[in-house]
């Protein structure tokens, strides 16, 4: 789980009971990209259909010029009988089982990849054996603005270490 989330009463057992709903059960991972949330939002209560993480496309934006980005499809269906398999993992969200962290391990030879992060992980656990799937609801919410609160952004931290200015 990323640092800036907000949880759901009871979301650890909730994921656990959606992860073993999950097609290849023990080896699933759920991620999705949560909803947004402000500060001054009420306490997170959860329960919004969820999205699919199934397309991706090179960012026309001059900051992130020919990086691929992955974008939502439409949502789950919340009636389900099981979560839908997608492609991709959301780095700032995904549930697994701790046996996940042993067979992909976060990659040493990246430890400053942030955009591509999501593609290498996908990638690397589908060629070990684990599936992805879109959780049916959402039960955390995710702070995506933190860089307007005056928190440093992923490249200026970079940049400090490398003695040098980030974009």
């Known amino acids: 789980a990323d640092a800036h989330l907000r949880f759901a009463p009871e979301w650890d057992r909730l994921y656990t009971e959606e992860a073993k709903a999950a097609k290849s059960y023990p080896k699933a991972v759920l991620s999705a990209y949560p909803p947004g949330f402000s500060e001054?939002?009420?306490?997170?209560?959860?329960?919004?259909?969820?999205?699919?993480?199934?397309?991706?496309?090179?960012?026309?934006?001059?900051?992130?010029?020919?990086?691929?980005?992955?974008?939502?499809?439409?949502?789950?269906?919340?009636?389900?009988?099981?979560?839908?398999?997608?492609?991709?993992?959301?780095?700032?969200?995904?549930?697994?089982?701790?046996?996940?962290?042993?067979?992909?391990?976060?990659?040493?030879f990246l430890p400053w990849c942030f955009m591509g992060e999501e593609i290498a992980l996908s990638l690397r656990a589908w060629t070990h054996g684990w599936d992805i799937?879109?959780?049916?609801?959402?039960?955390?919410?995710?702070?995506?603005?933190?860089?307007?609160?005056?928190?440093?952004?992923?490249?200026e931290n970079t940049g400090r270490v490398f003695g040098r200015p980030g974009p």
């Open 133 to 155: 799937y879109a959780p049916r609801k959402n039960l955390i919410a995710h702070q995506y603005r933190p860089g307007r609160m005056g928190l440093p952004k992923f490249w």
């Open 40 to 108: 001054g939002d009420p306490p997170y209560k959860g329960g919004t259909t969820g999205t699919r993480l199934c397309t991706c496309e090179f960012s026309k934006s001059d900051v992130e010029h020919h990086i691929i980005r992955i974008n939502t499809g439409e949502t789950c269906g919340a009636h389900a009988d099981a979560p839908t398999q997608i492609a991709y993992i959301a780095a700032g969200f995904f549930f697994a089982r701790a046996e996940f962290l042993t067979d992909v391990p976060f990659d040493p």
